[in-house]
């Protein structure tokens, strides 16, 4: 399989500061991918990104492939991004098929 | 598009009773996850599906847990008997898996099991 690390843990903000999270995984990968759990519990798709830089509102990812991480960076933070935030990745063995590796998480909480 | 549907979404039953998941996959996907989420292990995969076919399955914890997807638009878990080790949120997704497309995957709002 592949390894995917997740960091840091946990986070605590206060409202409309920045944070940046980071994921490392031990092999090339052809699918990189960031999800946020809310605390309702649902899985909802952020950025598709095995390599290259994405932007969506407040949120955006780079992959940096070659270096084997990425970086989901959340900036001007509100309470609504609280949950959880998990990285997940599928190694390169020249194909589309094959699973993807959830990282443990991020766990995001925002104070107002 | 409705997204991923799955039922119900929550399940209370006793030990030993049979369980089963459904879950409809998003239309036009061809590739469906089934994973379990518990505060101990994280999300785990436990079987997953390419053009209905049982692709890797070493994530099933035992003979107790069984997966098929009879059709494009269907799939079940199945726990019989059921114990209650298996409590967990389990979550159905699914993707277009195809090169040079955006593979986003998608998941389903989840089933919270309870076996008492």
């Known amino acids: 399989g592949i390894q995917v690390e997740q960091s840091p843990p946990d986070l605590i903000l206060q409202e409309g500061a920045n944070s940046t999270l980071r994921c490392n995984f031990s092999?090339?990968?052809?699918?990189l991918q960031w999800f946020h759990q809310n605390p309702w519990g649902q899985l909802i798709n952020l950025f598709y990104i095995p390599s290259g830089t994405k932007q969506n509102g407040r949120l955006s990812a780079t992959t940096v492939a070659t270096e084997r991480y990425s970086l989901l960076y959340i900036s001007s933070s509100q309470t609504t991004d609280s949950g959880v935030y998990f990285c997940?990745?599928?190694?390169?063995?020249?194909?589309?098929?094959?699973?993807?590796?959830f990282g443990r998480g991020t766990q995001l909480t925002v104070w107002p | 598009d409705a997204g991923v549907i799955q039922s119900p979404r929550h399940e209370v039953t006793e030990m030993g009773q049979e369980v089963t998941l459904r879950c409809k996959p998003i239309s036009g996907h061809n590739s469906l996850f089934w994973y379990r989420q518990t505060m101990m292990r994280g999300l785990e995969l436990l079987i997953y599906?390419?053009?209905?076919?049982?692709?890797?399955d070493s994530g099933m914890p035992e003979d107790r847990f069984s997966a098929k997807m009879p059709n494009a638009s269907f799939s079940t878990l199945k726990i019989q008997p059921s114990e209650p080790r298996d409590s967990a949120v389990y979550f159905c997704?699914?993707?277009?898996?195809?090169?040079?497309?955006?593979?986003?995957?998608?998941f389903g709002s989840g089933t919270q099991l309870s076996v008492l």
């Open positions: 997940a990745a599928r190694p390169d063995r020249g194909s589309t098929l094959g699973r993807l590796y």
């Open positions: 092999d090339s990968v052809n699918n």
């Open positions: 997704a699914s993707t277009q898996t195809r090169k040079s497309t955006n593979e986003k995957l998608f």
């Open positions: 599906f390419n053009n209905n076919v049982p692709i890797d």
